[in-house]
């Protein structure tokens, strides 16, 4: 029995084993998919709130780079205006010379604004830019000849050259400024379009993300669920099968062991009472015979040695149903069919065996008496092949509403956690089917303690002789 | 001389019948009854008065210990012997505690009975050799194992004596008659011994003496 319910719980192992298996990948696979949207969601929004961020700044910077440039621009425009002015109008000459060095120095801020205006150039404002330019150079060319005119010159042409020449120039240069002014907004409204384009790409995104994510979730929380309520029925169905599989294993075993019972007392009652007082009364009749016919040896030769086959037989019987189920048992009572045992067993094995029952009566419910005696048999058993006691003491008290064995040895005992037997497990078995505790203590090396109590209330006494 | 008047009790009528055959063989002994089992042994030894009793053990309705203290407590001049199968100690002292005064084993009975028959007439006990060797090898067994001293050295010979006569089946008056003593003393006597032996009743110390192998 043992071999085929070791290879059973493989098979069951292995089959749960691979089940957990595929159970366990796809929940990894789930969760571990869930996860990994929600990181990389998580690392795109990073990622994206960092290139708004930055673009803003850029498209600001620039923005005000350039309106400072084009602002510079304008006011040398105004200052060139005033410098050129003044230098005309100046007489002295040392004084005009510092406005034409002032000029001078405008003109070079202007390149210098021009440059760096140039550097951060969008495509849309290359023309107006150009232009911007041409003017600039045409503004400056017109002016250029003025450094050379003498004091006549100057007071003769200035007023003309700086109403026909030099305004409209400038003002139409101030126009162009106004425009690529006017571009330079243009193209800040279409940087913070572009980052709202951006940011909705990336709302998108997340929300594409977050949607995807909370679908698995579902999903996963709803497969998850239907197969643990799957797990739990399945477990609840198989625990109930189990349960019920034990009870009918214990009444089956309980019937068993009555069965065997009975049937022990059947056959020992069989071999004492009827082969062994048929082989009595044949030893009877042998000495009839012998004293019918009392001179002839040759006759009570064949009587004698009938006599001891006859003996011999008697005595195998004898001890053949004592074996089976001792008759004390059934004829004395408890007490009387223990000490037996333990007086057997020390003439077999040198064991001093104790018995202290006083307190028990004789008239002991059948199958109370029965388990105590196999419960005894079977710990003497233990004692004598697997202990190695010197000494065991059995006790057994009886009090109104229950009965308590104890056996004590002073064997090499064994750890009671794990060694557990199929005797043990027998013993156990017919004291919890009447309704009783079972406990063993033992330790190496400290001997072994047998306590069982048995409740005597659901047992109405029975006369038994 | 009156013969032996003897009731035989057994459910099997083959050991009856042999039983009869070898009792009826002595001019001095005669069967008065059969019963078959316990019940009937005790009506029948309460009509036939019978001076004997040979008993089964195991028998139906009521067994042969049952019917011994019945048949006893109701005529205590009825001797019982057993006659059993079972040569255990439990079923000896059972025997005695219920009245019994001998106790044969069935497959010496051809060899033991009438010598029972006749110790039990003389108001002895008697106890099948078999019988007396295992109680006495028991004895010894567990003498050895407790390592006890043996109780016997302390009795005086005097105690010895009464003892012996007491394990045989007499009365304490039978005991002051034979020694010549008084009833008194001779209580006081069997009170010291019982204490000395640590035994309680006259049974156990029949039982005694015969493990001690004082009585055969």
Redesign the interface.
């Given at each position: 029995m043992e071999p085929e319910e070791t290879k059973d719980t493989v098979v069951f192992k292995r089959s749960g084993q691979s089940l957990q298996w595929g159970a366990q990948l796809v929940l990894l696979a789930s969760f571990g998919g869930m996860l990994g949207l929600m990181l990389l969601a998580g690392i795109d929004s990073l990622r994206a709130l960092r290139q708004v961020q930055s673009r803003n700044v850029q498209i600001r910077q620039t923005f005000l780079l350039r309106n400072r440039a084009l602002e510079e621009i304008r006011s040398a425009l105004y200052q060139s205006g005033t410098f050129t002015r003044d230098y005309l109008l100046e007489r002295d000459a040392e004084r005009a010379e510092t406005y034409r060095a002032s000029l001078l120095k405008v003109r070079g801020e202007m390149d210098a604004s021009l440059f760096r205006y140039s550097q951060s150039l969008d495509a849309g404002e290359q023309a107006p830019f150009s232009a911007l330019q041409a003017r600039i150079a045409d503004y400056w060319k017109v002016l250029d000849p003025i450094s050379h005119w003498d004091a006549k010159e100057k007071l003769a042409r200035s007023d003309a050259f700086m109403h026909q020449e030099l305004f409209p120039r400038r003002a139409t240069t101030l126009e162009i400024a106004d425009r690529i002014g006017a571009v330079n907004e243009q193209e800040l409204n279409n940087g913070d379009e572009r980052l709202k384009t951006i940011f909705d790409q990336f709302r998108f995104r997340l929300g594409l993300m977050l949607g995807i994510t909370l679908a698995i979730g579902a999903l996963l929380a709803v497969a998850t669920t239907r197969r643990i309520l799957h797990l739990a029925r399945d477990a609840d169905l198989r625990y109930r099968q189990a349960a019920l599989a034990q009870g009918k294993l214990k009444e089956l075993s309980a019937r068993l062991v009555e069965a065997q019972e009975q049937e022990r007392r059947a056959i020992s009652r069989e071999l004492?009472?009827e082969i062994?007082?048929?082989?009595?009364?044949l030893?009877?009749?042998?000495?009839?015979l012998g004293?019918v016919a009392p001179g002839d040896a040759e006759l009570r030769s064949h009587v004698e040695s009938i006599r001891k086959l006859?003996?011999g037989s008697?005595?195998v019987v004898?001890n053949m149903a004592l074996l089976l189920r001792p008759?004390?048992l059934d004829?004395?009572g408890l007490v009387?069919?223990l000490?037996?045992q333990a007086?057997e067993l020390?003439?077999r094995t040198?064991m001093?065996v104790t018995v202290d029952a006083d307190s028990v009566a004789d008239d002991l419910p059948e199958d109370l008496k029965t388990c105590i005696y196999r419960v005894v048999q079977e710990a003497l058993h233990n004692c004598a092949r697997h202990a190695f006691a010197r000494s065991v003491r059995i006790q057994v008290v009886q009090e109104s509403r229950r009965i308590r064995l104890s056996v004590l040895d002073d064997g090499q005992g064994f750890d009671s956690t794990r060694t557990r037997g199929l005797g043990l497990l027998g013993m156990e078995e017919r004291v919890t089917h009447l309704g009783g505790r079972f406990q063993l203590q033992s330790e190496p090396g400290r001997g072994a303690r047998l306590h069982i109590e048995i409740p005597l209330a659901s047992h109405p006494v029975e006369a038994v002789? | 001389m009156n013969p032996v008047r003897i009731l035989l009790a057994d459910d099997h009528t083959v050991m009856r019948n042999g039983l009869r055959l070898l009792l009826e063989r002595q001019p001095h002994l005669q069967v008065i009854g059969e019963a078959a089992d316990g019940r009937q042994a005790v009506a029948l030894s309460d009509t036939a008065n019978p001076d004997v009793v040979i008993m089964d053990i195991g028998m139906p309705n009521m067994n042969g210990i049952e019917a011994t203290r019945q048949i006893v407590s109701r005529n205590p001049r009825t001797a019982v012997a057993i006659l059993s199968m079972h040569s255990d100690e439990s079923y000896v002292i059972r025997a005695l505690k219920a009245g019994a005064r001998a106790y044969l084993l069935k497959d010496s009975a051809e060899t033991d009975l009438l010598a029972a028959v006749r110790a039990l007439t003389e108001g002895k006990s008697f106890f099948s050799p078999a019988i007396s060797r295992i109680l006495v090898e028991d004895y010894m067994r567990q003498l050895e194992s407790r390592g006890a001293e043996d109780t016997y050295d302390l009795l005086t010979n005097r105690e010895r004596e009464i003892l012996q006569l007491l394990a045989e089946g007499r009365t304490n008056k039978e005991v002051a008659n034979l020694l010549n003593l008084s009833l008194y003393t001779v209580e006081t006597h069997r009170t010291h011994i019982l204490q000395k032996l640590n035994l309680h009743s006259v049974p156990e110390l029949i039982l005694y003496a015969v493990r001690k192998g004082i009585i055969v």
């Open positions: 004492h009472d062994g007082q048929s082989l009595s009364a030893l009877m009749e042998l000495g009839n004293a006859a003996e008697v005595n004898r008759s004390m004829d004395l009387p069919a000490q037996w007086r020390s003439k040198g001093a002789l | -």
